[in-house]
């Protein structure tokens, strides 16, 4: 059939590498390695020692076991925990100044730099490898009060906000990603929302992987003060390569009194070829703490990407009548993994969570939904509504639904429901029957199946996504 | 703590044993029982219900069960006419087929050889394993379908104190037979023990097997089930769990489906309070095309009560066709209760339709208060829903002497909170 023909066609679209000389910390997992990149990023010594207090801390720790999709063993001291591009040490003042090879690569992004730049109304927070190149629409945001800046530099320039936030919702002591992320992370975003700021727009960061053998290990911190709003954008796309590459990056979101903060996240990293070969590991720690009353954090996610896909958004709902909400797409084909799923943890009176999941299995991928609804003694009132859907296509694939569903109240009320299902035959033969061939209407079926979180999406993020749910999928049928 | 519960290499030579080998198996299994300890919540399967806590909170001690008393004012069931067999503490005492051919049925005490050399994970299992010298062993032979009901009268005499009791069961339906049991707990200790059960059942072609499991009263029993099913094709196992009144109570149910066209059923209404503790947990296999299973759990918790529910549905990618479906509904009626459920799916073949739904809240407040308007108070409006919402699983039993029975014993228990 024609499907070899996609499968030629349409093999990752991102895959590119970019030749720069790096700065490389020396290899290897140790203080040595931890002090290298503090010293590279000139920070205060209050950060060093929380590094290397998650450091000693890691030293006590174990990977975790209990995930479905197992993986090799990763050699921690063969890995580089620091590479920047070369010219950053003396960083370019404008734009006109960054290295041209850079912007080449933002530009096959897609990416809007230079002309693009008002036009799209996104501030990007462009970050190659580990250290940002450049923040456009600062101003704007600085009339505003707000901070957008790299982590770096907010250590820098707001230690008191970082000292305040960072590691508030996920300790040091988390767990064995978290704190190895917590000692060596080398770049990520800072946003803070003054309080009574809606963000005029939409704040957005590429990560992009590209030094080979570097994991990277970033760290966003977003707090949206008493009755601000925020929107960010999380998109990823990563070079071809052959050897796995561990991504363990944490985010962490603090949402104060009346504050809403909504974080997207379009994730398609390199997957691996057909054979299951290659491709990025993407352990991620994502967690917001609702702590104000009336607060909100809505996680949507579209993961199409990784050959690995390990993460829980998780919504910690301390203050009275706060809202969490997850909406996840998550696409596996060939061999590709995914575990993904939220914690809803309600601590506070009247609050609310709504979880809606869906999962497409293709290949020989597994797909797994895994999540905890834990409403607490005091969380009184509570209501959570959960809804995980599955689609299979084809009978070498998997998948599964984990959910915890722990209700210690009367007053509260959970549901959850869930499906496992097949395209429906009819469906596909009506689209075909309507001029459709079947890759389209595969995609049809599956941007319908899809909907509900598709909607969630920014403007932005909303073309991509869709044309993605599409091209992730081609060649699964037929 | 854990010192308190280990049990001592003696005790496996006090029980008659059939040869080396068997002994060096219980001797494995309880070294297991020893290292491991009653399984706490870090297991997975036990993460909802911390036996070691339990157990630490309630049990100064425990030893082993070696009294079998003969039994005294043991009266049978009047409603219905019956079969039975009788066990007192796990030990079979006497039968009763006077409603059967008689050469179709057969029943004998615990037997070695009627359990394979299984390698567990389970504490419990290997507790079971190390120790278990009682149980009954029954089959049904080919193409023979009981008259009447069987009862399994499972009495718990009063010496029991801080006692464990370990029984391994066994039943097995032939082709084309049919069988019908009650298994009726009667709790005569006014102190805690507990119960640690291993039953296998095996359905052959085209058999069929129905269960219900029920308390006579309330009681001060821990226990813990562990049943294994094996079902071949066209065969029907069903069973209804109304274990409501027991102070913690784990039901491990694991049915494999291994011919088509197989059919599996659990059912459960429990009514929980005063501190009680249960968790039904069930595995169901879907190894073959073409099967069917259902699970449908109703709780109502009341006072300190807790429920779980831990269900799983595997899918083999062979088994296209599958129709599962499994549903989980609580409803809260104290403050102080809680519900914890576990639904899990584990798919591999495409077509299937595989779904299931877990609730949890308290009784409806509009319909409260509609049954209030018509001059009903608060507490009757509340109990008249709650028997309304564990009665759609009883409306399921055919028999109507049975579902009285059954019925009543419910409603005695929801009446009486």
Redesign the interface.
């Known amino acids: 059939m024609k499907n070899s023909n996609i499968n030629t066609n349409q093999e990752y679209k991102y895959g590119f590498t970019t030749d720069i000389e790096n700065v490389r910390a020396p290899k290897g997992l140790n203080e040595n390695s931890i002090k290298f990149i503090s010293k590279m990023k000139k920070e205060p010594k209050w950060m060093l020692d929380w590094r290397l207090k998650a450091f000693n801390r890691l030293k006590n720790l174990k990977e975790p076991n ?1 995930q479905k999709p197992k993986y090799p063993k990763i050699n921690y001291q063969d890995l580089y925990y620091y590479s920047a591009p070369k010219s950053a040490s003396n960083k370019p003042k404008s734009l006109d100044e960054v290295d041209p090879k850079l912007i080449e690569t933002y530009k096959k992004l897609g990416i809007p730099l230079q002309e693009q730049k008002r036009l799209s109304g996104v501030a990007v927070d462009a970050v190659f490898d580990s250290v940002s190149v450049a923040t456009t629409y600062k101003e704007e945001l600085t009339k505003k009060g707000i901070i957008f800046c790299s982590i770096s530099e907010a250590i820098r320039e707001h230690p008191e906000l970082v000292k305040k936030y960072l590691g508030s919702v996920i300790p040091l002591t988390d767990h064995y990603f978290a704190t190895l992320n917590s000692a060596v992370f080398t770049d990520g975003s800072f946003v803070y929302i003054p309080p009574k700021v809606k963000c005029p727009m939409e704040l957005s960061t590429y990560f992009r992987i590209n030094a080979s053998e570097t994991g990277q290990f970033e760290r966003t911190l977003i707090i949206a003060d008493k009755g601000s709003y925020v929107s960010y954008l999380e998109g990823c796309t990563a070079p071809m390569r052959d050897e796995n590459q561990l991504h363990a990056a944490n985010v962490e979101l603090v949402a104060l009194d009346d504050a809403e903060i909504k974080y997207s996240t379009v994730q398609n990293w390199y997957p691996g070829d057909k054979d299951g070969i290659g491709g990025i590991y993407n352990f991620v720690t994502k967690r917001g703490a609702c702590r104000g009353r009336n607060s909100k954090i809505s996680w949507t996610q579209v993961e199409t990407g990784s050959a690995i896909t390990w993460k829980y958004p998780s919504c910690i709902l301390q203050g009275d009548n706060s809202v969490g909400e997850f909406y996840s797409i998550a696409i596996t084909n060939n061999h590709q993994k995914a575990d993904t799923g939220t914690k809803m943890i309600h601590l506070g009176k009247n609050t609310k969570s709504k979880i809606i999941s869906k999962g497409i299995s293709a290949g020989q991928a597994d797909n797994t939904y895994r999540g905890l609804v834990d409403i607490g ?1 005091k969380a009184l009132n509570s209501r959570n509504y959960t809804q995980c859907d ?1 689609l ?31 395209i429906n035959d009819e469906q596909l033969y009506y689209c075909n029957q309507r001029g459709l061939n079947q890759e389209e209407a595969v995609s049809l079926i599956v941007n319908g199946f899809c909907k509900e979180v598709l909607q969630q999406l920014p403007m932005e993020f909303a073309v991509e996504a869709q044309k993605l749910v599409g091209i992730s999928l081609e060649g699964s049928v037929g | 703590m854990i010192e308190n519960f280990k049990i001592s290499l003696k005790e496996i030579d006090k029980i008659n044993l059939i040869n080396q080998e068997d002994k060096n198996y219980r001797i494995e299994n309880l070294e297991f029982f020893n290292k491991k300890g009653f399984p706490t919540k870090k297991e997975e399967d036990w993460k909802f219900s911390d036996l070691r806590e339990i157990f630490s909170k309630n049990f100064k001690k425990i030893d082993i069960n070696d009294a079998y008393p003969e039994e005294n004012n043991f009266r049978l069931i009047q409603e219905f006419d019956h079969n039975y067999i009788l066990l007192i503490n796990g030990r079979l005492i006497r039968s009763d087929f006077k409603f059967e051919d008689k050469n179709k049925i057969k029943i004998t005490g615990y037997k070695e050889e009627n359990f394979l050399r299984e390698k567990s994970n389970n504490p419990l299992i290997c507790l079971n394993n190390a120790l278990s010298n009682e149980g009954y062993n029954l089959v049904v032979e080919k193409d023979y379908k009981f008259e009447k009901v069987l009862v399994i009268y499972n009495l718990f005499n009063e010496d029991l104190s801080e006692k464990i009791l370990n029984n391994k069961n066994k039943i097995i339906v032939n082709k084309n037979s049919e069988l019908h049991t009650i298994e009726y707990t009667i709790n005569r200790s006014k102190n805690k023990f507990f119960n640690n059960t291993y039953e296998n059942v095996i359905l052959y072609e085209n058999a069929k097997f129905k269960n219900i499991c029920i308390q006579a009263g309330r009681s001060e029993g821990y226990f813990h089930k562990f049943l294994n099913g094996s079902i071949k094709s066209d065969s029907k196992y069903s069973s209804f769990i109304f274990s409501s009144g027991l102070k913690f109570n784990k039901q491990d149910i694991q049915i494999d489906l291994e011919g088509k066209n197989s059919d599996c059923e659990i059912k459960s209404a429990l009514f929980l309070n005063k501190e009680d503790h249960q968790e039904i947990k069930t595995i169901v296999n879907h190894l073959v095309p073409n099967c069917k299973s259902f699970q449908k759990i109703k709780s109502v918790l009341d006072s300190n009560a807790k429920g779980v529910y831990q269900g799983k549905i595997f899918v083999k990618d062979i088994a296209q066709k599958t129709n599962a479906y499994q549903l989980s509904k609580a409803l809260l009626i104290s403050e102080n209760s809680e519900f914890d459920s576990k639904p899990e799916l584990e798919i591999y073949a495409d077509d299937v339709k595989c779904s299931h739904g877990s609730t949890s809240g308290n009784v409806d407040e509009n319909s409260v208060h509609y049954l209030m308007t018509r001059g009903l108070t608060k507490k009757e409006a509340t109990q008249l829903l709650i028997n309304g919402f564990l009665k759609e699983i009883i409306s399921e039993i055919k028999s109507d002497t049975i579902k009285k029975f059954v019925e009543n014993k419910l409603e005695f228990q929801v009446y009486g909170y």
């Open positions: 209990w003694k599955s299979l296509m084809g009978n070498k694939c998997g998948a599964h639904t984990v959910p915890y569903i722990k209700n210690k109240n009367s007053t509260s009320t959970v549901e959850h429901e869930a499906t496992t299902s097949k």
